[in-house]
């Protein structure tokens, strides 16, 4: 009989033998798991909306992106014609070979990239460093080579079932119609650079585009360049295009008309000939330049293959450096500045138009001997017959008497020791204009009578560019302005392109006269033609060295018709082992031939032949110019 009866008749509530005692929070299970749902509900429709709202946009145009492509359209390049309208920088259309970037990334690529290495004779490695230099997912078909012949097309056609993915275009492609008689002037357009896509992305440049690399060319490439259009394409999931819906025409880009007259420039070129050196023409009265001549010179036209030859590398990186401009590189002036010498005497109120000085065949300065070039003097001489029998000693007096400071004050308002404002600035040189600091910083020694005196005939270490030469003879021409040589023609006044060097009257008057008696009577008289106006001019004959040969520079500045100029050439020839006047005065005859019979015909006779002969001879039997 149990003690507790109670206790053995109530239910036993145990599970599994243990007693279930959970109770508090079983009423609250049904509401968590109701709000965890409503979360979760709530913030996949967040998602959603923040998907297909906030960045809809966006994932459209991905999915847009792998649908619709892009087929670029290059623009023309714009033309280049000379001042009297004729064509100087066109564009042909060779056809070229096109891919889409993917398309090396596709199990076809093996036997599709042989056979267009086999065919355009491009390695394959180069051809899938360009496609992946664009990235698989670009919209934009990339050039993998150029100008195609008759061979490579027939090629290209006939395995056209392996090359599904390849694709046939022409392309605006550069074309120079004269060649080697503008390079220096129109310079030359080139693929760009690594370096230079990475600078120019920015500005709307993509891979395989071309640009200007020098010349008019780069000077002008913002206006000459254009803008890009193309094709929007639909495609399938292979890449295949399916139909075009939208197209945006390309912009060509604007014509130029320079100021460079091309028969002058033919005839230049053909003056200068095999020499090195340069010619460079100009309107005296407002800087424009109507011809500029560097040899040696190049084809700018192998620019615009996909590929330079050996042969195409030989002619362009030679010894001579052809690619260099020598119209805008420096070299000593020589007697041309004793032009700056004269103005620089005569405004410094040191010497008056009616001085007289005895030459000499030497004079002492400093304990140096400075000779004349003939030896032995000229006689007592005036400023203009200084200048007509170009005499040292003459302006060695000048020099040591007006000193360097002076000097050195108009060498600069020439124009001398910087650029000249010339489209060219990257190629132009300024030049040097040594001074006191130059040189404590170059030798660490001051200046001294010895320096103004080499100074005064235009040597020492004074540089000078053949287009800083022909703007300080323009200053006596023009009756005393310093003009901005350019390229670009225009209706401007010619006070727009110059400035007054503010110089007396008298100054003017004694250079022209100075200059005028060089032909008629000095140093210069192969000039002296009935086949031309009555011409002024300067010779100048620098001292020079190639290796351990001395080989002086000749130089020559002239302009014409004397009293009303119309045109002024300075002519240069590096290393000619002559004198201006026997080298570089025949050239610049040659050119003021052809531009004063054609612009006034039958107004200048041709001499006889023998008296021409007889004319150079004499001219060449002078050692200065």
């Known amino acids: 009989m149990s003690l507790f009866p109670s206790i053995g008749s109530k239910k036993d509530t145990r599970i599994g033998g243990k007693q279930n005692t959970r109770t508090v929070g079983q009423s609250f299970q049904p509401i968590f798991l109701i709000i965890f749902t409503l979360s979760m509900v709530t913030g996949i429709s967040v998602r959603l909306a923040y998907l297909q709202i906030t960045e809809g946009e966006n994932h459209r145009k991905r999915a847009e992106s792998n649908r619709i492509r892009m087929i670029p359209k290059q623009p023309e390049r714009g033309n280049i014609f000379d001042r009297n309208g004729k064509l100087l920088a066109s564009t042909r259309y060779p056809r070229s070979v096109y891919l889409w970037p993917m398309a090396h990334t596709k199990p076809a690529w093996s036997v599709v990239g042989a056979r267009l290495s086999q065919i355009l004779d491009v390695p394959q490695e180069e051809i899938e460093k360009k496609l992946e230099e664009a990235g698989a997912n670009s919209s934009s078909l990339i050039r ?51 370096e230079q896509l990475k600078e120019k992305k920015q500005e709307g440049y993509r891979l395989g585009d071309v640009i200007g690399q020098m010349g008019v060319e780069k000077a002008y490439e913002k206006s000459l360049r254009g803008e890009w259009g193309g094709q929007q394409v639909e495609v399938d999931g292979a890449g295949r295009p399916l139909r075009v819906l939208g197209e945006k025409q390309a912009k060509a880009g604007n014509d130029l008309h320079l100021t460079i007259d091309l028969d002058m420039q033919k005839t230049a070129e053909k003056a200068l000939g095999d020499r090195n050196g340069a010619i460079v023409a100009l309107d ?76 000499y065949g030497s004079l ?19 400023f203009v017959g200084a200048l007509q029998w170009s005499s040292d000693t003459f302006f ?75 703007i300080m003879f323009a200053v006596p021409a023009n009756g005393g302005y310093r003009v901005q040589p350019h390229l670009l023609k225009d209706n401007e006044e010619a006070k727009s392109w110059r400035e007054s060097l503010n110089m007396k009257p008298t100054t003017i008057s004694i250079l022209r006269q100075g200059l005028r008696k060089v032909v008629a009577e000095g140093t210069g008289k192969a000039l002296k033609q009935p086949t031309v106006p009555p011409v002024a001019g300067k010779s100048g004959t620098a001292e020079a060295w190639k290796g351990r040969v001395k080989q002086n520079h000749a130089w020559f500045g002239a302009y014409a018709p004397a009293e009303q ?10 290393h000619s082992g002559g004198g201006g006047g026997s080298i570089a005065a025949p050239m610049i005859l040659q050119i003021m031939e052809e531009y004063f ?29």
């Open 144 to 194: 993998i080579a150029r100008d195609l012949n008759e061979a490579q097309i027939t090629a290209l056609k006939e395995y056209q079932s392996e090359l599904k993915d390849v694709e046939i275009s022409t392309e605006a492609v550069r074309y120079y119609p004269h060649g080697k008689e503008l390079a220096h002037v129109l310079g030359y357009t080139r693929e760009l650079t690594a």
């Open 565 to 574: 100029p119309e045109v002024l050439i300075v002519a240069f020839a590096e």
């Open 284 to 359: 005296p009265k407002n800087g424009a330049v109507l011809a500029m001549v560097s040899h040696p010179t190049f084809d700018p036209n192998i620019f615009s293959k996909q590929k330079l030859t050996q042969k195409d590398w030989e002619t362009v990186q030679g010894a001579d450096h052809p690619l260099v401009n020598r119209a805008l590189s420096a070299f000593p002036p020589a007697s041309t500045f004793k032009i700056v010498t004269t103005t620089a005497g005569l405004e410094s109120g040191k010497f008056s138009p009616s001085t007289v000085l005895q030459t």
């Open 364 to 382: 002492n300065f400093g304990g140096t001997r400075f000779g004349e070039w003939n030896h032995a003097g000229f006689g007592p001489l005036g």
């Open 396 to 470: 060695y007096q000048i020099g040591r008497k007006v000193g360097g400071p002076t000097l050195i004050e108009w060498t600069r308002k020439y124009g001398f020791g910087k650029k000249t404002g010339f489209e060219f600035a990257n190629e132009e040189a300024k030049g040097l204009v040594p001074d006191e600091a130059w040189k404590q910083k170059a030798w660490k020694i001051p200046w001294t009578v010895g320096d103004s005196i080499n100074m005064s005939i235009g040597q020492g270490a004074l540089q000078t560019t053949p287009l800083q030469v022909a």
């Open 597 to 625: 019979q054609r612009k006034y015909p039958g107004k200048y006779q041709k001499p006889a032949l023998d008296e021409l002969k007889q004319n150079t001879q004499n001219s060449g039997n002078r050692r200065r110019n």
